[in-house]
Nanobody, 129 residues
Framework: QLQLVESGGGLVQPGGSLRLSCAASGFSLDNYSIGWFRQAPGKEREGVSCISSSGGATNSADSVKGRFTISRDNAENTVYLSMDSLKPEDTAVYYC??????????????????????WGQGTLVTVSS
């Protein structure tokens, strides 16, 4: 059974940092591009960042460029989202999702949520003083 589990969320002060993890079980992430998404209260879900199955390509929303970094460790079957210089507007439930590219050598990923078939349950990030 394909399962994604996010962890690493919590309460952090503005300007602080967190690292979220997305661990896969029941399947290998090698052929999958991974996206991170977030949903704030009363708002629609938005794409934050993504990484291709090769790890050689990433995309990020303008709102997080220069502050968030996505990376993957296929040996650990885990994808990470490192978040620096956090702002109150980054407060949201963060989800990771996987899209099967059929190859570990793809250089494509998207932050469009319709491309993803497997989703985690989310982890809450709260940025507040």
């Amino acid at each position: 059974q394909l399962q994604l589990v996010e962890s690493g969320g919590g309460l952090v002060q503005p300007g602080g940092s967190l690292r979220l993890s997305c661990a896969a079980s029941g399947f290998s992430l090698d052929n999958y591009s991974i996206g991170w998404f977030r949903q704030a209260p009363g708002k629609e879900r938005e794409g934050v960042s993504c990484i291709s199955s090769s790890g050689g390509a990433t995309n990020s929303a303008d709102s997080v460029k220069g502050r968030f970094t996505i990376s993957r460790d296929n040996a650990e079957n885990t994808v990470y989202l490192s978040m620096d210089s956090l702002k109150p507007e980054d407060t949201a439930v963060y989800y990771c999702a996987a899209a099967n590219m059929g190859t570990p050598r793809s250089y494509f990923c998207t932050t469009e949520d319709g491309a993803y078939g497997a989703w985690g349950q989310g982890t809450l990030v709260t940025v507040s003083s």
